[in-house]
């Protein structure tokens, strides 16, 4: 493979990981949609786009490992390809998040509304928040950026402590709320799964950036 294809597998990988990112966005913000607005139609939406996550998953990490056996990359492309089969699996993990909210949600509207004493809209934009700037640190190949996003993290595991501890006084003072309740702690839970998602990314633009493994380290989450 000449230098110039392979630049252009590189810019096809990038592109198609956008894609993938783009579409794991939009079902974490549709299931959280479907929360706020409590309708179902929304959580169809999110079940339907998890078959177009899981191809194009594919699709990425097939380019990729094409790109490692055809040409035997320098350094910083090497821990770019990397990067970017480390990230595909993270944002796959988002859209599976959003999967799982998505039904936890259609679980909840079969049971009467009730007003939760916890911003699970607040949490989720600052997970997709997280998403984002992870995203644009790779995009604008910036690990300061990619920092500001592990500094982030603290916030989110916040709040999901705070939810399980409200939450469970809630159950213990209301029993009747046990099952709206755990739905929102699930619920919780999985958005703090989408940050550490988006952490990881994070970690990886980093690493590919400057060759520094943070993981572990004492921004992470």
Same mark, same amino acid.
């Given at each position: 493979?000449?230098?110039?294809?392979?630049?252009?597998?590189?810019?096809?990988?990038?592109?198609?990981?956008?894609? *993938? $990112? =783009?579409? !794991?966005? @939009?079902?974490?913000?549709? /299931?959280?949609? #479907?929360?706020?607005?409590? %309708? &179902?139609?929304?959580?169809?939406?999110?079940?339907?786009?998890?078959?177009?996550?899981?191809?194009?998953?594919?699709?990425?990490?097939?380019?990729?490992?094409?790109?490692?056996?055809?040409?035997?990359?320098?350094?910083?492309?090497?821990?770019?390809?990397?990067?970017?089969?480390?990230?595909?699996?993270?944002?796959?993990?988002?859209?599976?998040?959003?999967?799982?909210?998505?039904?936890?949600?259609?679980?909840?509207?079969?049971?009467?509304?009730?007003?939760?004493?916890?911003?699970?809209?607040? *949490? $989720? =934009?600052? !997970?997709? @928040?997280?998403?984002?700037? /992870?995203?644009? #640190?790779?995009?604008?190949? %910036? &690990?300061?950026?990619?920092?500001?996003?592990?500094?982030?993290?603290?916030?989110?595991?916040?709040?999901?402590?705070?939810?399980?501890?409200?939450?469970?006084?809630?159950?213990?003072?209301?029993?009747?709320?046990?099952?709206?309740?755990?739905?929102?702690?699930?619920?919780?839970?999985?958005?703090?799964?989408?940050?550490?998602?988006?952490?990881?990314?994070?970690?990886?633009?980093?690493?590919?950036?400057?060759?520094?493994?943070?993981?572990?380290?004492?921004?992470?989450?």
């Amino acid at each position: 493979m000449s230098r110039i294809r392979f630049q252009q597998g590189l810019d096809d990988l990038k592109h198609k990981m956008l894609v *993938m $990112a =783009g579409l !794991a966005e @939009q079902a974490l913000q549709l /299931a959280m949609r #479907a929360y706020r607005e409590r %309708d &179902p139609q929304f959580c169809r939406e999110v079940f339907d786009r998890e078959s177009e996550i899981n191809s194009i998953e594919r699709e990425v990490d097939h380019l990729a490992l094409d790109l490692l056996a055809m040409q035997q990359p320098m350094a910083v492309d090497l821990r770019f390809i990397v990067a970017v089969i480390k990230i595909n699996t993270d944002l796959e993990r988002v859209g599976d998040q959003a999967v799982n909210i998505a039904e936890r949600v259609r679980e909840m509207l079969e049971r009467p509304m009730m007003d939760m004493p916890v911003d699970l809209p607040e *949490m $989720a =934009g600052i !997970a997709a @928040q997280m998403v984002r700037e /992870a995203l644009d #640190a790779f995009i604008h190949a %910036d &690990p300061k950026r990619a920092d500001q996003v592990l500094t982030m993290d603290d916030t989110v595991d916040r709040m999901n402590r705070e939810a399980q501890l409200v939450l469970g006084r809630l159950v213990q003072a209301n029993p009747q709320a046990a099952r709206q309740c755990i739905d929102a702690l699930i619920i919780s839970r999985n958005l703090e799964r989408v940050a550490d998602h988006a952490t990881n990314i994070a970690e990886d633009v980093i690493f590919w950036t400057s060759g520094t493994d943070v993981r572990h380290g004492q921004h992470a989450g």
